[in-house]
């Protein structure tokens, strides 16, 4: 899905604050750490499409163990969908517009274009996040099979159900994946039952666990349809995941070689200077997502992350 965020040029008064703010060196608070697109496995796909080759479950595959006698072998084949789904990237893209005026005299001692493509840049990856997880065509939360949902037993998120999502991605499980409300729900109801979960360290920040798979936190999972809400209760989704290509899991797509690449699948192109005196640039993010098999992901439902309780 492609979207377009135009930006429009910066007044002399903006152009002035922004000078003064960028003195300072670069402030990251408004950004939410990415934790998703860095623990996904990503390939490059190369023809901008994806076919996911799946075995028809319905055909049991006839083997034959440690035969005695001299019996013949059975003869067997393995049956594939005959439309297997194809995955195709989405774009994300924005067009950043500077005036002149800005980078000309506002760019001591940071340089003001710079400055403005990283914040819209870390705008573009925010949008890719949301979508691997919200798309309505390869996100995360629309491709969990039927079977591989389940409900919460009380609505708060208890040990026990975080047990039971683990025996829908038994296969080396990677992440579970869920709003901070929900992963702080989760503690509250380890800590009622005196079973604190433990810590892992990753990209030097800490993660609680269980069974020592790691909840990374995400606030594009959202509660009652928000990724801020302002009810203290509401409903979410936690998400478990097996990673990787290898693992027949879920993989992440780009696509590779773009013009002006900066990162993978995200591009930088100058497009000009118009009569007005803007400079404009675009910004493209090329991606997607594909669950390769149906045990790679499961979620849990119904998620309350309002329940509190009195320790004594």
Request: proline fraction near 8%.
């Amino acid at each position: 899905m492609a979207e377009n965020v135009t930006h429009h040029a910066l007044g002399d008064r903006a152009a002035f604050q922004l000078a003064n703010v960028t003195k300072t060196p670069p402030q990251y608070g408004a950004i939410t750490p990415r934790w998703l697109v860095r623990l996904l496995d990503w390939k490059p796909l190369e023809a901008g499409t994806l076919r996911v080759n799946r075995v028809a479950e319905e055909k049991a595959v006839d083997v034959i163990c440690g035969p005695k006698e001299e019996k013949a072998l059975p003869e067997t084949y393995v049956e594939y969908e005959e439309k297997p789904r194809e995955y195709t990237l989405s774009q994300i893209s924005a067009v950043l517009d500077v005036q002149t005026r800005v980078s000309d005299l506002y760019s001591n001692p940071y340089d003001q274009v710079r400055e403005q493509l990283r914040l819209t840049i870390e705008n573009v990856k925010e949008k890719q996040e949301s979508e691997l997880i919200n798309n309505s065509d390869y996100g995360l939360l629309k491709n969990v099979p039927t079977s591989q949902k389940i409900q919460t037993r009380k609505g708060a998120p208890t040990p026990d159900d975080l047990d039971e999502l683990l025996t829908k991605v038994w296969k080396e499980p990677s992440l579970f994946l869920a709003h901070p409300r929900a992963i702080a729900a989760f503690g509250r109801e380890c800590t009622r039952r005196g079973v604190p979960p433990p810590t892992v360290t990753l990209f030097g920040t800490p993660f609680l666990t269980w069974r020592g798979v790691p909840l990374i936190p995400t606030d594009k999972l959202h509660i009652d349809g928000s990724s801020k809400p302002k009810d203290p209760g509401g409903k979410t989704s936690i998400l478990l995941l097996r990673v990787g290509e290898k693992k027949q899991g879920v993989i992440g797509l780009f696509q590779p070689g773009l013009p002006g690449e900066q990162t993978p699948g995200l591009s930088v192109r100058f497009m000009g200077i118009s009569s007005k005196a803007l400079a404009s640039y675009l910004i493209s993010l090329y991606c997607s997502a594909a669950v390769l098999v149906d045990d790679a992901i499961a979620a849990l439902e119904g998620v309350e992350v309002g329940s509190y309780h009195e320790y004594k």
